[in-house]
């Protein structure tokens, strides 16, 4: 018998949003190249793949301290106090799936969404490999390396545990 990889559970912290707290699952190896490699195109007529990227994020969110942001006549039901775009009212938990997102705003979902690529991304170096090679720590030596190939610098980087 061989070994199962568990899913490891992340939790993730934004030091640009104090207080945000989120639980979420690793993904993927196959998924987190697919994501990367995805653009963003909002004019895509096909909405399943206009959503995909939240798509992929929310099956990941296991939970959050996510609750709806202030109603404003723009984004209320006439004669209500429901949000048009997901039906919550203001304070309500917002729920870890696409339709709870469609009320949030695009920047803060990407920041969300950049951040927890981030964090699976990023190595654990067993702590025995992690002294201290020619004076270039390996985790870091291994980070650079990773970077070449994809830029992780310019993605926000949550804190997690």
Not at 97 to 113: A, D, N, R
Not at 115 to 123: D, F, L
């Amino acid at each position: 018998m061989g070994y199962k990889p568990q899913r490891k559970i992340y939790d993730l912290e934004y030091a640009d949003y104090p207080g945000l707290e989120i639980k979420a699952t690793s993904t993927s190896l196959g998924k987190l190249m697919h994501l990367s490699e995805m653009k963003l195109d909002l004019n895509e007529s096909d909405p399943e793949k206009r959503l995909e990227v939240f798509g992929v994020f929310a099956g990941c969110v296991m939970t959050w301290n996510m609750e709806h942001p202030e109603l404003t006549e723009d984004n209320k039901q006439p004669d209500s106090m429901q949000c048009k775009d997901c039906g919550l009212v203001e304070g309500d938990p917002v729920p870890t799936t696409v339709q709870g997102m469609m009320c949030l705003e695009l920047g803060f979902m990407m920041s969300l969404i950049f951040g927890w690529m981030a964090a699976v991304s990023r190595v654990n170096v067993p702590k025995e490999l992690s002294l201290s090679d020619g004076g270039r720590n390996i985790q870091e030596e291994m980070m650079r390396q990773l970077a070449q190939h994809q830029n992780l610098s310019t993605l926000p980087t949550p804190s997690f545990s």
